[in-house]
């Protein structure tokens, strides 16, 4: 028999995070805990306004599986119960993790796989002034790739500003759908100059046609337009790549999923987070082996991180312990 806890809790961030939709000074994540016998597995998951989530819908929703899962609810049974989403990673996750203890095997043993290597993950430069944005990129230009939340018409200044910076750095960007095609059409070529390798949801999803007819000179990588494996129909012809991110999937079970069959179409593989703690990380850390981008900075933007989270050496990430999750 299965008992499921759930708490609620908030994570001070070192700075203010301002993307195109607005600001955070905190993150405020949902934590399910699954405990068979005197063993628990924990999965965390941070819900998302743009996809019409708060922590009480999140809460409510993976509460209502409560006697499901007391009665022997698994994994698989879990993708069809809930959609996809923050609440079903939380459950999907802890679900693993409690699996792993219950087996005494690391996640990677369970899912047949290498053992996993070391990572190198991008930076993120909130969205500010240029002015405010070189000084940030000043401050992290070390890094060997950072990548910047951009916004509107300004956007040109803004990665000058950083490139000026961080000349060495390999750059990023992220629109955060607040593009149209004409501010499109205007940028990219700029941003080449600029050596911008990579640009993440120029424009609002379900608004996104025009980028199967216009060039892309720099890879373009769908976030927004891309939830689960059976986004993917939709983005082929007009994305490069597509950003997984597990509060999208609905968890571990499903970004894998996502991220073989998004290969099988020809797209590249960016695995992404939102801003929370190195529980959140430690299953994308195991999507993101073999990535072509990896952007898993969240616990760097944290005041502080949990006990036993993961280990940044600058911007290279060690592999979850066991004491962390899976």
Known sequence: MTELTLSRESWPLREVFTISRGSKRQADVVVAALRAGDITGYGECLPYARYGESVDSVTEQIASLESDLRNGLDRLTLQSRLPAGAARNALDCALWDLECKLYRQRIWQRLTLPVPHTLETAYTLSLDTPEHMRHAAEKQAHRPLLKLKLADQHDLERV????????????IVDANEGWDEALYTRLVPELV???????????PAGKDEALASLPRPIPICADESCHDSHSLAGLVGRYDMVNIKLD???GLTEALRLRDEAVKHGLKIMVGCMVSTSLAMA??????QGAD????????LLQRDRDNGLEYQGSIINPPSAALWG
């Open 193 to 203: 100059k600029l050596g911008v390798t990579m640009i993440e949801q120029p424009m």
């Open 248 to 250: 999208k999937t609905g």
């Open 293 to 300: 981008v990896v952007d898993l900075d969240g616990p760097l």
């Open 160 to 171: 000058a500003a950083v490139r000026a910076g961080a000349p060495s750095a390999r750059l």
């Open 283 to 288: 299953p994308a850390f195991i999507v993101a």
